[in-house]
């Protein structure tokens, strides 16, 4: 039985509190803070700290002032609330607190609100290295301290706005079999470009010197952080829309292929071209192949047109 002193714990898979709150569907939560236990603390702590060497290396100017403008505890898991406090009186973003998968539309309509939806379990400490699933260090370590600078902030939102056109783009179209094809292909080439930019993207480093991480999947892995920007066995080229669009990708292991951004005035930029594509049709017959779009996925962008109609 579960006491007070030995909480059930938000362990990734293995927490009641979130299979509760997914079987009732109750997909927006609050964070039971009471919950962490230790174990869950311990892996915050090893995980923070043996990134920190590696930020100082590797990531983004803007990454770094966004750790200090938060001023995360590296010593345990941290309340969305505390980083909320920080967070929104520099971009207006918020953390919101999730109990699982968001469907694309939905995930993309927070951003355009700025909130950003946060996965409130940690990883296993037996499993600190590889995980499928996002936790809240991925979360509020990788993608939150970029959330608190203005330009990157700007280009999220208007990502988010970028997905409330395809959905509205997609209702015109009369033929439902070609309304659900037409919005898959536009959908790969969103999350394409998310996943190139905001999940893995790199940065010229300050004075046009040098590659830096700003991708959240690259700022949260200890080892990825390092062979994204050292290893010879990967591929960096300086971003290219029509590129981005059409490459496919797979999530299970180090990326092979990245794509380098100037700035995030640049990547704001590019926001506003990926939708000048999608009204002209240059997004309906991206590649096919990953990622394919669940079902759940495309259902999330044909209601929020039908409701936006
Ligand atoms: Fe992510």
């Given at each position: ?134 936790d809240i260090f991925h979360d509020i370590a990788g993608h939150v301290p970029m959330h608190t600078d203005k330009a990157f902030a700007e280009a999220l939102v208007r990502f988010g706005e970028c997905a409330r056109t395809a959905a509205e ?87 092979p292929l990245l794509f380098i951004v100037d700035s995030f005035d640049h990547l704001f930029h590019l926001v506003g071209e990926l939708e000048q594509w999608m009204k002209e049709g240059k997004l309906d017959n991206v590649s096919p192949g ?20």
């Open positions: 039985m579960a006491t007070a002193t030995a909480p059930a714990g938000l362990t990734t898979t293995k927490a009641p509190f979130i299979e509760q709150a997914q079987a009732k569907g109750e997909l927006y939560i609050t964070q039971p803070y009471e919950l962490y236990n230790e174990d869950n603390h311990e892996a915050w702590r090893r995980l923070y700290d043996r990134m920190v060497p590696r930020w100082e290396k590797y990531a983004n100017p803007h990454f770094l002032k966004g750790l200090e403008n938060l001023s995360l505890d590296a010593t345990k898991v941290p309340r969305l609330a505390d980083v909320n406090k920080f967070m929104a009186p520099l971009t207006g973003f918020r953390a919101k607190a999730v109990s699982g998968y968001v469907p694309a539309y939905l995930f993309f309509d927070c951003l355009r609100n700025r909130e950003f939806p946060t996965t409130i379990t940690i990883r296993d400490r037996a499993t600190l290295d590889y995980l499928p699933e996002p783009l997609v209702t015109g179209i009369q033929d439902d079999k070609e309304r659900v094809r037409r919005l898959i292909s536009i959908q790969k080439a969103l999350a394409r470009f998310f996943w190139f930019t905001i999940e893995f993207g790199l940065m010229r480093g300050p004075g046009g010197k040098g590659i830096k991480a700003y991708g959240s999947g690259l700022l949260s892995s200890f080892g990825e952080i390092e062979h994204c920007i050292e290893s010879p066995l990967v591929q960096r080229y300086p971003v290219q829309l029509e590129w981005v669009v059409n490459q496919y990708f797979e999530i299970d292991h180090y990326q990953e990622p394919e779009m669940s079902e759940t996925d495309v259902q999330s962008f044909l209601e929020a047109g039908v409701k936006g109609a």
